[in-house]
């Protein structure tokens, strides 16, 4: 049966994403909330009693215990402070005035490419005291997640993750700046980045202690199960968090440029997203069944990485569906770097 989202007051309804995945939450998932409030607290993120109720409302434990169903306890609470991490940065990136000031841009994504780049993993840099929250709590994250993992991986990761705050502050930054409206091709291709979903892909190997050969990853099979799924994501937030952005004045959603490019009102265009969205649900499917029938002695690696994707994809639908973050009526709240965005990503003390 058909079901729809209701949309903000006075606005139609979302309509349904067809996602053909269970409905699963992680057991240890209320640690992982409680873990994750002690955690940003601690490493100076959130500070402010009126910023941790907005963080809290968000719920990215809850986020993480759906989309990481089958990680330990220990895992859990790392992918949920990757998770508070990623979404302050990118609240910065898009709502605060780092998104739209290219010397403060880049001052931090250079602290952030200095922790990456270490070889202690960071750990020198925590001696600091000058080092901004968010590029200590980086450094501590990187430790914990890259002690035990390959090298090759290490590189994936980096790469994704360096490709994700270049795409947000170079591509993203510069078109706010100058105050260009991408084309939707564009858009789609970048968005994989900006949305930080490879970075969240890669983290699915330190759940189920994977190790994905390089010449399995990179190949064009799993390249297009992959996409696939994380356009699924991206796009489904994208569809859930369009009246917050378009409140902020934010572009870079695939709802807006298809009502910008096409001509059509929001109800027209989120209709065609949500059919785009299913229709590339479908399209990682059968991505998957080609996949598993092209690399048939590579299943016990493919198995829970697809698993991965899948929980993803329903993960993400179910958790958009229910988090206050993509309120409208909440959007300037969570515009107020001041309150705790910008001191913890930039140092900037008010």
């Not at 990623?86 to 998104?99: E, K, N, P, R, T």
């Not at 992959?226 to 968090?241: F, H």
């Not at 829970?304 to 639908?317: E, H």
Request: charge should be negative; hydrophobic fraction near 40%.
């Amino acid at each position: 049966m058909s079901t729809h989202t209701m949309g903000e007051a006075g606005l139609a309804p979302i309509p349904e994403i067809h996602c053909p995945f269970p409905h699963r939450v992680n057991p240890h998932a209320d640690r992982a909330r409680a873990h994750l409030a002690g955690w940003v607290q601690r490493t100076g993120l959130v500070h402010r009693e009126s910023a941790r109720k907005r963080f809290d409302q968000a719920d990215f434990g809850w986020f993480a215990a759906l989309v990481y169903p089958t990680a330990s306890l220990r895992h859990l609470e790392l992918m949920a402070d990757w998770f508070a991490w990623l979404f302050l940065v990118d609240d910065q990136l898009d709502d605060g005035s780092a998104g739209r000031n290219p010397d403060r841009m880049e001052q931090m994504v250079a602290g952030m490419q200095d922790v990456l780049g270490s070889p202690d993993f960071g750990v020198s840099l925590l001696c600091d005291p000058d080092v901004p929250p968010a590029v200590a709590s980086l450094a501590e994250l990187w430790q914990r997640t890259a002690v035990d993992a390959p090298a090759h991986w290490r590189r994936r990761f980096i790469r994704h993750l360096r490709d994700c705050l270049v795409t947000a502050t170079v591509w993203e930054g510069g078109n706010r700046i100058r105050g260009i409206v991408p084309d939707e091709v564009t858009y789609i291709e970048n968005r994989r980045h900006t949305g930080a979903i490879y970075v969240c892909m890669d983290l699915i190997d330190i759940v189920e202690r994977l190790d994905v050969p390089e010449e399995l990853y990179d190949g064009a099979e799993f390249t297009s199960a992959l996409d696939a799924a994380c356009n699924v994501v991206c796009w489904t937030n994208d569809v859930y968090s369009l009246d917050k952005e378009r409140s902020l004045g934010e572009v870079h959603n695939i709802a807006y440029l298809a009502q910008y490019h096409r001509g059509l009102d929001r109800e027209q265009a989120l209709a065609e997203v949500c059919a785009a969205t299913s229709a590339e649900t479908e399209r990682f499917l059968a991505a998957e069944r080609h996949l598993l029938s092209a690399r048939p002695g590579q299943s016990a690696v493919l198995a829970p990485y697809l698993a991965g994707m899948r929980t993803w994809i329903r993960g993400n639908l179910d958790w958009s569906r229910r988090t206050k973050r993509y309120q409208a009526g909440t959007a300037v709240s969570w515009a107020r770097p001041a309150d705790y965005v910008e001191r913890a990503l930039i140092g900037v003390d008010q």
